[in-house]
T-cell receptor, first 116, second 116 residues
Framework: GAVVSQHPSWVICKSGTSVKIECRSL??????MFWYRQFPKQSLMLMAT?????????EQGVEKDKFLINHASLTLSTLTVTSAHPEDSSFYIC????????????FGAGSRLTVL | AQTVTQSQPEMSVQEAETVTLSCTYD???????LFWYKQPPSRQMILVIR??????QNATENRFSVNFQKAAKSFSLKISDSQLGDTAMYFC?????????????FGKGTKLSVKP
């Protein structure tokens, strides 16, 4: 149980275009999901907390107009990288808190974005 | 602000032997959760073990165990009978209740290589 699906696993796009990444909790409802960014050989940095039915909470330094987060249902959160540029190339990982509590997060498999 | 420090960027161990990964953290909270996550080459984040700060007993999951020293704010991970499949990045993480939902703060990771 507690499976999180993330799609696409990798995407290549041209500079200036927008890319949407989906994060789904397959067998549980997730009122809160988290979006992380991971640079090569580095740790995970929290970008924003996605709350179902309300606006996302962004970490300091993360542009909310650049990284649009929508959490329209209890099983789906989306991250849209708008007007992508090569510096947005990275590995993006979503996670959701398991219903069992104890603040355990289940992670998606990640999405590798390459902006040409 | 909470911080998590992993002082060993890389470690290696022979198959079947034991290795300990270190982690220290800083917080003013009294009740919190600590985690070790594993990220193999597939980049999928996998929960290895978790510890509730109010529990004095060290958590154990099969070959994985922790040495939790609350006063010293230390949370090391011991892997016994190391297997080739244990090769991965290991991240120590702290659940922070800062903000409305809390979030997981990661250390920079330790790259573990298990050698045959």
């Amino acid at each position: 149980g507690a499976v999180v699906s993330q799609h696409p696993s990798w995407v290549i796009c041209k500079s200036g275009t927008s890319v949407k990444i989906e994060c789904r909790s397959l067998d549980f409802q997730a009122t809160t999901m988290f979006w992380y960014r991971q640079f090569p050989k580095q740790s995970l940095m929290l970008m924003a907390t996605s709350n179902e039915g309300s606006k996302a909470t962004y970490e300091q330094g993360v542009e909310k107009d650049k990284f649009l987060i929508n959490h329209a249902s209890l099983t789906l959160s989306t991250l849209t990288v708008t007007s992508a540029h090569p510096e947005d190339s990275s590995f993006y990982i979503c996670s959701a808190r398991r219903p069992s509590g104890a603040n355990v997060l289940t992670f998606g498999a990640g999405s590798r974005l390459t902006v040409l | 602000a909470q911080t998590v420090t992993q002082s060993q960027p890389e470690m290696s161990v022979q198959e079947a032997e034991t290795v300990t990964l270190s982690c220290t953290y800083d917080t003013s909270e009294n009740n919190y959760y600590l985690f070790w996550y594993k990220q193999p080459p597939s980049r999928q984040m996998i929960l290895v073990i978790r510890q509730e700060a109010y529990k004095q007993q060290n958590a154990t999951e099969n070959r994985f165990s922790v040495n939790f020293q609350k006063a010293a704010k230390s949370f090391s991970l011991k892997i016994s009978d190391s297997q080739l499949g244990d090769t991965a990045m290991y991240f120590c993480a702290f659940w922070s209740y800062g903000g409305s939902q809390g979030n997981l703060i990661f250390g920079k990771g330790t790259k573990l290589s298990v050698k045959p």
